[in-house]
């Protein structure tokens, strides 16, 4: 099956998510101000509606590093557990998370929007699974970009859980915006991968917060 991402399955069967990027991307566009990168609390879940199960919001908590604040109901799917508090890494193999975490450092100084052309790795039970992935820097509290707003477009059954991916493509487009970057400190710089070592154990129970998910009255 050929599939675009532009939201036109191109023949045969399988999952085909297209056209939430592009839903995302607008949205985020429609909530800039002049040359300042959108606000977290100007987001409005009903605007990304469609998108929304696979939209996610995570922040930057050391250099090259962010965890999921929010997340929609498909990256569970993909990792067969609640990944709220987790690092973004964990939906990576090995091999991709120096990568990942170079790039995402860029998101968040730049700042940029990173798009992401994933492969998930196969096995049994597990058959041919793309992804592509959007995330795009937001402002926090203080106007600081340590916050991300992104979407992830798959392309194939999930299958057995859980699914990692390796990156086969990255391309990071620059932003210009009037924004303050997150503060320097003694670990400004990007730490070497035995010291970012995530910590992949499932997070605590959080009543409360809840799963990106549209009700409807």
């Known amino acids: 099956m050929g599939f675009g991402w532009t939201g036109r399955d191109k023949g045969g069967t ?14 985020w566009e429609a909530l800039r101000d002049g040359e300042m990168l959108p606000r977290r609390d100007k987001v409005d879940p009903r605007g990304i509606a469609n998108a929304l199960e696979h939209s996610f919001l995570i922040e930057r908590i050391a250099p090259g590093i962010a965890r999921f604040r929010i997340a929609g109901m498909v990256y569970n799917d993909l990792m067969a557990m609640d990944i709220r508090g987790m690092p973004m890494s964990c939906l990576f193999l090995g091999d991709a998370r120096d990568r990942l975490q170079i790039e995402l450092e860029r998101v968040f100084r730049t700042p940029a929007i990173l798009t992401l052309d994933l492969l998930a790795e196969r096995s049994l039970g597990r058959g041919n699974l793309r992804g592509r992935m959007q995330v795009l820097p937001m402002l926090g509290a203080g106007d600081t970009s340590d916050l991300a707003i992104g979407c992830l477009e798959l392309d194939g059954e999930i299958g057995r859980a859980p699914r990692r991916f390796s990156i086969s493509d990255a391309q990071l487009e620059r932003v210009r915006a009037s924004h303050q ?13 035995a010291i970012a070592a995530p910590d992949l154990r499932p997070p ?3 009543p409360g917060v809840p799963h990106l998910r549209l009700v409807k009255a």
């Open 204 to 206: 605590r129970a959080q």
């Open 14 to 27: 399988g999952r085909s998510d297209g056209g939430m990027i592009s839903e995302l991307r607008a949205y």
């Open 181 to 193: 970057a997150p503060p320097l400190s003694q670990d400004s710089a990007l730490p070497s991968p």
